[in-house]
């Protein structure tokens, strides 16, 4: 429906250039080339005026605050990336009439899905907000956002799930929570970027094809022989054959535990990527989902074979279900790799959350106590390059693990003494004689609420940081939901507190360059 802008030709002609505003819009007028144009006068970037930009000739406007150039007759952005908008424009009887209407909403959900997926590829965080905040403002769930990049991704995740999978299902859990619109399109960005950040620049790695009846014992015999295309297809025929959730989440976590998997990722991420499946709720994004999952499974580092951990298959041997010797966190405090899976082994007959709770306790003792010289020194020996993340990741390991064996309780041995891994080697990087008073945490509860508060503008470059700290922020949660007077309550918060408080040395730059010295003189 054209709208009479009451800008006479001749006087636009005269002129250059006019802007009529109407109805919150504000249109810019050009006579250039001999063309009358009718454009959007807020420059996509950032908004400025483009009504003050510079013409050039072609039918070229640039804007002056960042020089970003457009196309008149097209909107097309020729220097920038946004295009911008153009308007239909028409004379009649010397008087200029320009279109107002708003394109259909599948015309704007299209251009916004298709900017979005550019952005990402770009790593151009701003440009991702105006895209989502356009998804949205056209009447369509934001949600759709995430999944469409998921889908527009999937195949340059060389080994499949990221940490920007396992924190996307939170941030989605968090923008429930948001106070306002804001505060919500913040939480839906997050996970988005964090993606971008671990696809920037990646070549494809096209996922197999095929697709076969599912098979629970012939997928997990592919996972085991490191079989990408045999499991791939059995999770295609699973997800296309409508295979229930619950039966294929239940084959996921067995895969998981089935070794010390990828320092316990996998667990976490066979929790977490079923969590963002149902929180998305969208159809087309549960196949790509179920493929990087499946992929990272694939290529999940077996730790249990490395000479540290060798111990773990004895101990898995070794558990009769007779121990009769009660679990308490002190039994753990201080215990080697191998003093945790033999204290472990000495209560298998007890029941598997006494057990739990004694190593959770143990954990988060360790991750209070953590020796944050470790992180910050430049001496290190490779196999010493420890940080606060080595820590955390015990406890999002044991509430995955929880979920799983809560559904598989034969599966409860391998997670307990898995977690005893994490116990017994984060042993090494505490130091007992520091004083963690400050640290304690009156009531949890509101603690959370408050941590949680603070992720909306963490201000935080890397999207690994801010994924940690949701991740854990949700855990304890999640923990506390299901055992409210546990008996590590007090320690794990105040671990978490003092985590969350404690600045992160993120950048080792004279550490690496003394081990990279170091490798050299030593290569063979």
């Known amino acids: 429906m054209f709208t009479a802008t009451g800008i006479r030709e001749s006087d636009l002609r005269s002129a250059g250039r006019k802007v009529f505003r109407r109805a919150g819009k504000q249109v810019l007028l050009i006579a250039a080339d001999g063309r009358l144009c009718a454009i959007a006068n807020r420059c996509p970037h950032e908004g400025y005026p483009l009504s003050e930009g510079t013409e050039g000739p072609g039918c070229v406007l640039t804007c002056n605050w960042h020089n970003w150039k457009f196309d008149l007759k097209t ?8 295009p911008v908008r153009t308007y239909a424009l028409d004379v009649r009887e010397g008087e200029i009439f320009v279109d107002l209407a708003d394109p259909p909403a599948e015309a704007q959900r299209a251009r916004a899905l298709k900017g979005l997926v550019a952005a990402v590829r770009d790593n151009d965080l701003a440009r991702m907000g105006r895209e989502v905040a356009r998804l949205e403002r056209a009447g369509f769930d934001a949600r759709e956002a995430i999944g469409h990049v998921l889908v527009a991704q999937n195949d340059r995740l060389e080994y499949g799930t990221t940490h920007a999978h396992a924190a996307a299902a939170d941030w989605l859990a968090l923008a429930e929570r948001a106070p306002d619109d804001a505060h919500r399109l913040t939480a839906m960005i997050e996970p988005i970027a964090h993606l971008a950040w671990d696809t920037l620049g990646a070549a494809q790695f096209p996922y197999a094809e095929d697709a076969r009846e599912w098979n629970a014992a012939a997928f997990l015999a592919a996972i085991e022989a490191e079989n990408e295309a045999e499991a791939v297809a059995r999770i295609r025929g699973a997800i296309t ?6 039966t294929v989440q239940a084959a996921l976590g067995r895969a998981a535990l089935a070794h010390y998997a990828d320092f316990g990722h996998s667990a976490i991420y066979v929790l977490k990527t079923g969590q963002l499946a149902q929180r998305l709720g969208a159809p087309d994004a549960a196949l790509p989902i179920a493929l990087a999952l499946t992929r990272s499974l694939v290529n999940g580092t077996r730790e249990e074979r490395l000479p540290e951990f060798r111990g773990y298959d004895k101990a898995l041997a070794a558990w009769d279900g007779k121990g009769s010797a009660p679990a308490r966190a002190e039994d753990f405090i201080g215990l080697s790799i191998d003093g945790a899976l033999k204290r472990a082994v000495q209560s298998s007959g007890r029941p598997a959350r006494e057990i739990y709770d004694a190593l959770l306790g143990a954990a988060a003792w360790n991750l209070l106590h953590f020796d944050v010289t470790v992180d910050r020194a430049t001496d290190n020996a490779i196999a010493d390059n420890v940080s606060w ?19 598989q309780p034969d599966l409860w041995p391998r997670a307990l003494l898995q977690l005893a891994l994490f116990v017994g080697r984060n042993k090494a990087y505490v130091r007992a004689q ?23 503008d963490h201000g935080i470059v890397e999207p690994i940081i801010a994924c940690h700290r949701i991740k854990m922020l949700f855990a304890l949660e999640d923990e506390l939901a299901t055992a409210p007077a546990a008996p590590w309550t007090a320690e794990m918060t105040a671990a978490l507190n003092r985590w969350l408080h404690t600045p992160q040395k993120r950048h080792h730059g004279l550490r690496l360059a003394t081990q990279a010295q170091d490798f050299i003189a030593r290569e063979g």
Request: hydrophobic share 50%; net charge negative.
């Open 389 to 407: 993340l080595d820590f955390t990741h015990a406890l999002t390991f044991a509430n995955a693990a929880r979920h799983i064996c809560e559904a």
């Open 434 to 456: 520091q004083d963690v008073a400050s640290w304690r945490v009156e009531d949890a509860r509101p603690f959370i609420a408050e941590q949680m508060a603070a992720l909306f």
């Open 75 to 82: 909107g097309e952005a020729l220097a920038g990336r946004d």
């Open 241 to 246: 054959g409508g295979v229930t959730r619950e």
